[in-house]
Nanobody, 124 residues
Framework: QVQLVESGGGLVQAGGSLRLSCAAS????????MGWFRQAPGKEREFVAA????????YYADSVKGRFTISRVNAKNTVYLQMNSLKPEDTAVYYC?????????????????WGQGTQVTVSS
């Protein structure tokens, strides 16, 4: 079982930036894809971004493409989500997720472990 701990959320004005971090433990981090999802009040959890085991392949939701960047440092067992040009509609709880496989995927079922989430609030 993988343990995931997110950090870096907070309150920011529209147009601002935040960087989320997710520290993983419990298995060989570098063997698996990682992802970020988010859930806004009253809405279902949605895919945000994913990165493959080695960090060369990434995939983004259309709503964040060009504004968010996912990256990982395997030596630190950590995955990041750099969020720029934030909008009020980005307000949500953001969850880090550990993939069951090495390749990039956007499907919730392909992620076997989840963090507790970190709140991101963007004011207008």
């Amino acid at each position: 079982q993988v343990q995931l701990v997110e950090s870096g959320g907070g309150l920011v004005q529209a147009g601002g930036s935040l960087r989320l971090s997710c520290a993983a433990s419990g298995r060989t981090f570098s063997n698996y894809a990682m992802g970020w999802f988010r859930q806004a009040p009253g809405k279902e959890r949605e895919f945000v971004a994913a990165i493959n085991w080695g960090g060369r392949n990434t995939y983004y939701a259309d709503s964040v493409k060009g504004r968010f960047t996912i990256s990982r440092v395997n030596a630190k067992n950590t995955v990041y989500l750099q969020m720029n040009s934030l909008k009020p509609e980005d307000t949500a709880v953001y969850y880090c997720a550990a993939g069951r496989f090495a390749w990039v995927t956007t499907t919730t079922d392909d992620f076997g472990s989840w963090g507790q989430g970190t709140q991101v609030t963007v004011s207008s």
